[in-house]
């Protein structure tokens, strides 16, 4: 199965800074079919980016996605108080579909 | 509005079942697959399969191939997924999510969930 390993676990930020986001996959999910979710808690995953860069209906657009192969990221251009949150990459190309272990955005 | 909601809590002893539902509103169930996840405390979600909610063909995980079920009734736009066997490490949050089994970009993204059904195993 596809490994994703998150980096880093846990990011400390200020509401207005931007966050990266790593997702590194043990092989190219096919067709770069990586999606991102964000989980506040108590609360089901919910759809931002899939195929790696396309924004999810009614996201909006300081949530960006990019990368191919391996490699993957998630951007938020500037940290509103509802973005901290845990986010997951998922890959949905390969069966089994498999999930990073999360990068915790909590406030600095 | 797309909604699914899912039954509420269930408790199960060891090696006993439990079954899940997930109603579907807002859309054409048919044209449109259910995947079924797992979400232990503090742990990352885990898929476990999809079933096609036009002809019912499913794919499971093989970590729990065996001791997943997975149906639907296409009349009442529900989706429902039976877990035999229980152990302690079955107890997480079980989540049904909806995929458009096509081709393209947009095909096979978990787009909408439901709000999630905790199961307790527990003797």
């Known amino acids: 199965e596809i490994v994703l390993t998150q ?4 990011l400390s930020l200020s ?4 966050a990266t986001l790593s997702c590194r996959a043990s092989q190219s999910p096919r067709s770069n079919y990586v999606a991102w979710f964000q ?24 949530f960006s996605g990019s990368g191919s192969g391996t490699d993957f990221t998630l951007t938020i251009s500037r940290l509103e108080p ?6 997951y990459c998922q890959q949905y190309g390969t069966s ?3 999930f990073g272990q999360g990068t915790k955005v909590e406030i600095k | 509005q797309v909604q699914l909601v899912q039954s509420g809590g269930e408790v199960g002893k060891p090696g006993a079942s439990v079954k899940v539902s ?13 995947s079924w996840l797992r979400q232990a405390p503090g742990q990352r979600p885990e898929w476990l399969g999809w079933i096609s909610g036009y ?14 079920s997975l149906t639907t009734d296409t009349s009442t736009s529900t989706a429902y997924m039976e877990l035999t066997s229980l152990r302690s490490d079955d107890t997480a949050v079980y989540f049904c999510a909806r995929f458009f089994p096509g081709f393209g970009v947009g095909s096979y993204v978990l787009d909408y969930w439901g709000q999630g059904t905790l199961v307790t195993v527990s003797s």
């Open chain 1, 96 to 98: 089994p579909w498999t």
């Open chain 2, 55 to 68: 002809n019912g063909d499913t794919k499971f995980a093989q970590k729990v191939q065996g001791r997943v």
């Open chain 2, 22 to 34: 997930c109603k579907a509103s807002g859309y054409t169930f048919t044209n449109y697959g259910i």
């Open chain 1, 7 to 10: 980096s880093p676990d846990t």
């Open chain 1, 39 to 62: 989980q506040r808690p108590g609360q089901a995953p919910r759809l931002l980016i899939y195929g790696a860069s396309s924004r999810a209906t009614g996201i909006p657009d300081r």
């Open chain 1, 15 to 18: 509401p207005g800074e931007g």
């Open chain 1, 82 to 87: 509802e973005d901290f949150a845990v986010y």
